[in-house]
């Protein structure tokens, strides 16, 4: 199973980009690389999905280099409500079994 | 609303106990989680289930035990409470698989949990 590593904490301000890091070296072939957003007491939420280059969606950017031992989540001009937990999760879909584990995940504060 | 139901979502009870945890997955949806959340563990995968049948196992205690029924909705079972086990179970459900490749994401929808205390 790919083991992830994002920082434990990161601080950022109103209107500036963000980007949480996550290094998953043993990242296998079939594994597709996701993040999920947690707000406290909530179950965590999609935020997006890649396996390489770069996904973009509505909310945010996923960066994945050549190698895919890493991934980049970007988020764009944070806002206050954007203060949450983030997981990079990395796992094989390909199949009915998946055994998802999440990472420590990454506390992200905006600060005004 | 993800469309994933929990119950209980809140539940107090004493140390040697059991409780069981409802789940009601998404419509269509064939795969069903069980996730545990304490403060100092994060989120920790016990086990899956696609379509009634178990296919992955985490870090399921003997104590635990879950199923999933024939209308797809998923029960986790806890015995013999310690105080150790007070912490927010989520549950979460998957679409149904496509090949490899396609379109599906293989998005998790969380329910909102059910919050055990084991006084």
């Known amino acids: 199973l790919a083991k992830t590593t994002q920082p434990i904490s990161m601080d950022s301000y109103e209107g500036q980009e963000v980007n949480i890091t996550c290094s998953h070296n043993?990242?296998?072939?079939?594994?597709?690389i996701t993040w999920y957003q947690q707000f406290p007491s909530q179950g965590p939420r999609f935020i997006i999905q890649g396996y390489k280059t770069k996904v973009t969606n509505e909310v945010a950017s996923l960066f994945i280099p050549a190698d895919r031992k890493s991934s980049t989540l970007s988020l764009p001009r944070v806002s206050l409500s954007d203060t949450a937990v983030y997981y990079c999760?990395?796992?094989?879909?390909?199949?009915?079994?998946?055994?998802?584990?999440f990472g420590s995940g990454t506390q992200l504060t905006v600060l005004p | 609303d993800s469309g994933v139901t929990q119950t209980p979502k809140h539940l107090i009870t004493a140390t040697g106990q059991r409780v069981t945890l409802r789940c009601s997955p998404r419509s269509g949806d064939l795969s069903v989680y069980w996730y545990q959340q304490s403060l100092d563990q994060g989120l920790q995968f016990l086990i899956q289930?696609?379509?009634?049948?178990?296919?992955a196992k985490g870090n399921i205690l003997e104590r635990f035990s879950a199923q999933q029924f024939p209308d797809l909705h998923s029960e986790l079972n806890l015995s013999s409470l310690e105080l150790g086990d007070s912490a927010l179970y989520f549950c979460?459900?998957?679409?149904?698989?496509?090949?490899?490749?396609?379109?599906?994401?293989?998005?998790?929808?969380f329910g909102e949990g059910s919050r055990l205390t084991v006084l």
């Open positions: 979460a459900s998957s679409p149904r698989l496509v090949a490899s490749g396609g379109s599906n994401t293989g998005e998790l929808f």
């Open positions: 999760l990395v796992g094989d879909l390909s199949g009915s079994a998946r055994q998802l584990t």
């Open positions: 289930y696609y379509n009634g049948e178990e296919r």
């Open positions: 043993n990242i296998a072939t079939n594994d597709y």
